[in-house]
């Protein structure tokens, strides 16, 4: 089953933790399974890091734009090549164990929506494929 969680970005470039929303679409009956997350937009990616610490996030949008430059001449005409080449760096999709009802995220783990061409509204396609044993 697939269901789709809306998200509004508010800046150009953020990360929405987004982990709270993903883990509510579990359902209780599941065990077992893998939980499917993508991203459907050419400029906003999704990644898996620490979700404790904001300073994580900051160096990684930080790092990003020393690789990815906003201020250099590209050839996409929109002016939004960056965040073009920023999704295809932290790409679109993951894939996350489910065991005993849970995803099996590290204890710092967070799952975020890399927006790197807002404000805009997202959606996010999940879907949960249980295993059976």
Do not use: D, Q, W
């Given at each position: 089953m697939?269901?789709?969680?809306?998200?509004?970005?508010?800046?150009?470039?953020e990360f929405i933790d987004i982990t709270r929303k993903?883990?509510?679409l579990i359902d209780?009956?599941?065990?077992?399974?893998?939980?499917?997350?993508?991203?459907?937009h050419t400029t906003a990616g999704l990644t898996i890091n620490e979700n404790y610490d904001p300073s994580v996030v900051k160096d990684i949008i930080e790092t990003l734009e020393v690789i990815v430059p906003e201020n250099r001449e590209y050839n996409h005409v929109e002016?939004?090549?960056p965040a073009h080449i920023k999704t295809c760096i932290i790409g679109n999709s993951l894939t996350i164990p489910i065991n005993n009802?849970?995803?099996m995220l590290g204890r710092w783990q967070g799952i975020?929506?890399?927006e790197f061409d807002?404000?805009?509204k997202r959606n996010i396609?999940?879907?949960?494929?249980?295993i059976k044993k």
């Open positions: 697939t269901k789709i969680v809306a998200i509004e970005s508010t800046r150009r470039v993903i883990e509510e209780e009956n599941i065990e077992e399974g893998l939980c499917n997350i993508y991203s459907p002016g939004n090549a009802g849970k995803l975020f929506l890399c807002g404000p805009r396609y999940v879907t949960i494929i249980p």
